[in-house]
């Protein structure tokens, strides 16, 4: 399956419908005072690019975002496919165009917050895959059962932060 992966604007239906889908996802799996969504509203700020993929037929499949925290950290967020897609790709697709614009844009590390290995395995093998490596909370995230926190350097020599 070809799929193209773009900037684009987060204020479209079916990328609203992505963003619907993904909560719909997360909200059983920890309390909500444990899940950090963005809107789409939020995502469409001037610090966050959101990448959609899409199928030939122009159909969205999935979603991620990187946020600019700061001139040399980036994160990672909002990263989905539709279920009926995954296994193909979709979200590696995605991952890579996220860190190539952070790249573009100069920053050294990558940070990111997902669920728990035992409830979301295959975004953990997608992140360790990618070059993420394992990392205690950072930003304001507090320390949970519920969150795993990863962090992948973008400058060659850089060891991972503490």
Same mark, same amino acid.
């Given at each position: 399956m070809a799929v193209s992966v773009a900037i684009e604007t987060p204020l479209q239906d079916d990328v609203r419908t992505l963003v619907a889908a993904l909560n719909a996802h997360l909200q059983p799996l920890s309390p909500p005072e444990f899940q950090f969504k963005l809107t789409v509203e939020q995502m469409a700020g001037a610090d966050t690019s959101v990448f959609v993929a899409r199928d030939e037929s122009g159909q969205?499949?999935?979603?991620?975002?990187l946020k600019v925290h700061s001139e040399t950290m980036g994160e990672v967020k909002r990263m989905f496919t539709l279920p009926a897609v995954r296994g193909q790709r979709v979200g590696s697709a995605l991952l890579d165009a996220i860190?190539?614009?952070? %790249?573009?844009?100069? +920053?050294?590390?990558?940070?990111?917050?997902?669920? *728990?290995?035992?409830? /979301? &395995?295959?975004?953990?093998?997608?992140?360790?895959?990618?070059?993420?490596?394992? %990392?205690?909370?950072? +930003?304001?995230?507090?320390?949970?059962?519920?969150? *795993?926190?990863?962090? /992948? &350097?973008?400058?060659?020599?850089?060891?991972?932060?503490?």
């Open positions: 969205a499949l999935g979603i991620g975002a860190v190539a614009l952070a %790249r573009s844009k100069g +920053l050294s590390v990558l940070m990111l917050e997902t669920g *728990a290995a035992a409830d /979301m &395995p295959e975004a953990h093998r997608l992140y360790t895959r990618s070059g993420f490596v394992p %990392r205690g909370p950072f +930003l304001d995230y507090p320390e949970s059962q519920w969150s *795993a926190f990863f962090e /992948m &350097p973008l400058t060659v020599g850089v060891e991972p932060a503490e």
